[in-house]
C-alpha cells in the first residue's frame, strides 16, 4: 500500500504529529490526539464576582462539529470589559438564544463557561471544508472570539475559519492578542455603521469619546492611518499615550463638563461613543448638521433589555429605542446609530497588513501568566485600561515571542 500513515503519541496532552507517506512524497500534519479529551482552562460554572473563576486540568477539548471549523491552540488570550460583564451574567439570555436557538437545552448548560474573546495562537486541525490553501495546520493566527462560542482562557479553542486570520508576522502572540476584539468591533462601528473606509477618512473630522482603553487606543491609529482629523476626550494622565498614537486633539474630560471645550471646537463628521452615560444628551449637538454626519455608541442597552425583558420583548423594546432616537436625531439633520462587535476575520486580513505596514501597534498596558487570569479579571475590572490586559497561555515553544 503506497499510503502509510505514522503516528507519533506526544503524551496526553499534546497532539498528534502524523506523517502520510504517499509514494515517495511524506507530509507532516497535526490531528487532535484521540485520547486528548480535556484540556486545561479557566472555567466559571455560575455568574457572579471574581471568585467564580475555577481553574481546571479537565475542561473539554474543543471538538470540530462543523467541516468550516479549526481548532487552535492558544498561546495568548486579550482581556476585555465585556469578559467581566459575562462573568457577572451580562447578555446570558440572548447568548443562550444564539448557542441552543431551538431552546432544547436546559437553563444552565453553558456551564462551565470559559471566557476571553481575543485569541492568538496556532491552527492544530482543520475541517474538512477548510481551504487548505489559505489555512492549514501549523499557520499563526488570531481572531475575535463571538461571546456566545467557548473562551480563550484555555488551551485550546474550536472557531469557524472565517472568524480567523492570519496573525500579523511582526507582532508576538502577545501583542496580537490585544487587538482583534477591539479591532472587529472599532470595524463594525466607523466602517459597517459609520461608513468609513481608507478612501473617504481624509479632512473628516472625528471624536472618539473615550481614547485611551482597547477601542480607543485601536480607533484612534486606523482612523489615522486612513488620514482623519482625530480628537478625543480621555484622562489628562493618558495625553501622552493617545498622542503617541498620532491623535491630533485632546480633551481632559477630568477638568470640567467636557462638552464645554467641545463644542468651542469646529464641528464633527462622526463621533464614535465608547463611554455612555449621559454622553448621548451633549454629543449629537457637536456634528455637522444635514451633512451625513454620524453618532456611533459602542454603549447600548441591547443586552441589558434582553436579560431583563426575555428575547422577544427586549428585542422590541431594542427596536423602539433605536428607532425613536434615531428619527428624534434624524429631524435635527444627524444620525444616530448603535455600534455592535461583530467577528470579522476578513477586517482582521487588512487590519493584519496596516499592523505590519507599521500602520498600527498592538498596545498592551499589561501581561500576566495563565495561573494569574483572575488578577487580570480584576485590573479589567477596575477600569482606567491604558490600552490592553493579556494572559500568556501556552507554555509550549514559541518562535515569535
Ligand atoms: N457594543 C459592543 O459590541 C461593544 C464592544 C466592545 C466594547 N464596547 C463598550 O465600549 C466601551 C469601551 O470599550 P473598551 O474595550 O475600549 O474599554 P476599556 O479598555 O475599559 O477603556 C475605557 C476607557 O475609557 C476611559 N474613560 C472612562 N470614562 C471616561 C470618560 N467619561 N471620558 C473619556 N474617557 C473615559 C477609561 O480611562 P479613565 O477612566 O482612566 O479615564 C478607559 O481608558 C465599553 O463600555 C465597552 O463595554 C461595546
Given at each position: 500500500?503506497?499510503?502509510?500513515?505514522?503516528?507519533d503519541?506526544?503524551?496526553?496532552?499534546?497532539?498528534?504529529?502524523?506523517?502520510?507517506?504517499?509514494?515517495?512524497?511524506?507530509?507532516?500534519?497535526n490531528?487532535?490526539?484521540?485520547?486528548?479529551?480535556?484540556?486545561?482552562?479557566?472555567?466559571?460554572?455560575?455568574?457572579g464576582?471574581?471568585?467564580?473563576?475555577?481553574f481546571?486540568?479537565?475542561?473539554?477539548?474543543?471538538?470540530?462539529?462543523?467541516?468550516?471549523?479549526?481548532?487552535?491552540?492558544?498561546?495568548?488570550?486579550?482581556?476585555?470589559?465585556?469578559?467581566?460583564?459575562?462573568?457577572?451574567?451580562y447578555?446570558?439570555?440572548?447568548?443562550?438564544?444564539?448557542?441552543?436557538?431551538?431552546?432544547?437545552?436546559?437553563?444552565?448548560?453553558?456551564?462551565?463557561?470559559?471566557?476571553?474573546?481575543?485569541?492568538?495562537?496556532?491552527?492544530?486541525?482543520?475541517?474538512?471544508?477548510v481551504?487548505?490553501?489559505?489555512?492549514?495546520?501549523?499557520?499563526?493566527?488570531?481572531?475575535?472570539?463571538?461571546?456566545?462560542?467557548?473562551?480563550?482562557?484555555?488551551?485550546?479553542?474550536?472557531?469557524?475559519?472565517?472568524?480567523?486570520?492570519?496573525?500579523?508576522?511582526?507582532?508576538?502572540?502577545?501583542?496580537?492578542?490585544?487587538?482583534?476584539?477591539?479591532?472587529?468591533?472599532?470595524?463594525?462601528?466607523?466602517?459597517?455603521?459609520?461608513?468609513?473606509?481608507?478612501?473617504?477618512?481624509?479632512?473628516?473630522r472625528?471624536?472618539?469619546?473615550?481614547?485611551?482603553g482597547?477601542?480607543?487606543?485601536?480607533s484612534?491609529?486606523?482612523?489615522?492611518a486612513?488620514?482623519?482629523?482625530?480628537?478625543?476626550?480621555?484622562?489628562?494622565?493618558?495625553?501622552?499615550?493617545?498622542?503617541?498614537?498620532?491623535?491630533?486633539?485632546?480633551?481632559?474630560?477630568?477638568?470640567?463638563?467636557?462638552?464645554?471645550?467641545?463644542?468651542?471646537?469646529?464641528?464633527?463628521?462622526?463621533?464614535?461613543?465608547?463611554?455612555?452615560?449621559?454622553?448621548?444628551?451633549?454629543?449629537?449637538g457637536?456634528?455637522?448638521?444635514?451633512?451625513?454626519?454620524?453618532?456611533?455608541?459602542?454603549?447600548?442597552?441591547?443586552?441589558?433589555?434582553?436579560?431583563?425583558?426575555?428575547?422577544?420583548?427586549?428585542?422590541l423594546?431594542?427596536?423602539?429605542?433605536?428607532?425613536?432616537?434615531?428619527?428624534?436625531?434624524l429631524?435635527?439633520?444627524?444620525?444616530?446609530?448603535?455600534?455592535?462587535?461583530?467577528?470579522?476575520?476578513?477586517?482582521?486580513?487588512?487590519?493584519?497588513?496596516?499592523?505590519?505596514?507599521?500602520?498600527?501597534?498592538?498596545?498592551?498596558?499589561?501581561?500576566?501568566?495563565?495561573?494569574?487570569?483572575?488578577?487580570?479579571?480584576?485590573?479589567?475590572?477596575?477600569?482606567?485600561?491604558?490600552?490592553?490586559?493579556?494572559?500568556?497561555?501556552?507554555?509550549?515553544?514559541d518562535s515569535?515571542?
Amino acid at each position: 500500500n503506497p499510503n502509510i500513515v505514522l503516528c507519533d503519541w506526544m503524551g496526553d496532552e499534546t497532539p498528534c504529529v502524523k506523517t502520510l507517506v504517499h509514494g515517495d512524497q511524506r507530509r507532516l500534519f497535526n490531528t487532535s490526539n484521540s485520547r486528548m479529551t480535556i484540556m486545561p482552562a479557566w472555567v466559571i460554572d455560575r455568574y457572579g464576582s471574581n471568585d467564580v473563576l475555577r481553574f481546571t486540568k479537565n475542561a473539554g477539548f474543543p471538538i470540530i462539529n462543523y467541516p468550516n471549523e479549526v481548532v487552535v491552540q492558544v498561546h495568548a488570550a486579550g482581556l476585555n470589559p465585556i469578559d467581566v460583564s459575562m462573568r457577572g451574567g451580562y447578555g446570558a439570555a440572548t447568548m443562550a438564544m444564539k448557542r441552543d436557538p431551538l431552546n432544547i437545552n436546559q437553563s444552565g448548560s453553558e456551564f462551565p463557561l470559559i471566557l476571553g474573546r481575543d485569541m492568538s495562537g496556532v491552527i492544530m486541525e482543520c475541517g474538512l471544508d477548510v481551504a487548505s490553501a489559505y489555512f492549514k495546520e501549523g499557520d499563526e493566527v488570531w481572531a475575535a472570539i463571538p461571546p456566545w462560542k467557548q473562551g480563550s482562557l484555555a488551551e485550546f479553542v474550536v472557531l469557524s475559519a472565517n472568524e480567523v486570520s492570519k496573525k500579523p508576522k511582526c507582532l508576538s502572540h502577545i501583542e496580537a492578542a490585544a487587538v482583534p476584539y477591539v479591532a472587529a468591533t472599532a470595524w463594525s462601528a466607523l466602517v459597517n455603521t459609520g461608513g468609513l473606509n481608507k478612501d473617504n477618512c481624509a479632512k473628516k473630522r472625528i471624536l472618539i469619546l473615550g481614547g485611551s482603553g482597547g477601542v480607543g487606543t485601536f480607533s484612534i491609529q486606523m482612523l489615522k492611518a486612513w488620514g482623519a482629523h482625530v480628537t478625543v476626550t480621555c484622562s489628562q494622565n493618558a495625553e501622552r499615550l493617545v498622542r503617541g498614537l498620532g491623535v491630533d486633539h485632546v480633551v481632559d474630560y477630568t477638568a470640567g463638563p467636557v462638552e464645554v471645550p467641545l463644542r468651542a471646537l469646529e464641528k464633527f463628521d462622526l463621533v464614535l461613543d465608547n463611554v455612555g452615560g449621559d454622553t448621548e444628551s451633549w454629543a449629537l449637538g457637536l456634528l455637522k448638521p444635514w451633512c451625513g454626519a454620524k453618532y456611533v455608541t459602542l454603549v447600548t442597552p441591547f443586552l441589558c433589555n434582553t436579560d431583563r425583558l426575555g428575547i422577544a420583548d427586549g428585542m422590541l423594546q431594542t427596536g423602539v429605542t433605536v428607532a425613536s432616537k434615531a428619527l428624534k436625531h434624524l429631524s435635527k439633520g444627524v444620525h444616530y446609530r448603535w455600534g455592535m462587535f461583530a467577528p470579522n476575520g476578513l477586517a482582521l486580513d487588512d487590519i493584519s497588513e496596516m499592523v505590519d505596514a507599521g500602520k498600527i501597534r498592538a498596545v498592551v498596558e499589561e501581561e500576566f501568566t495563565f495561573s494569574q487570569v483572575p488578577q487580570a479579571m480584576l485590573k479589567v475590572e477596575k477600569g482606567h485600561a491604558r490600552g490592553k490586559t493579556v494572559v500568556k497561555i501556552s507554555s509550549g515553544e514559541d518562535s515569535s515571542e
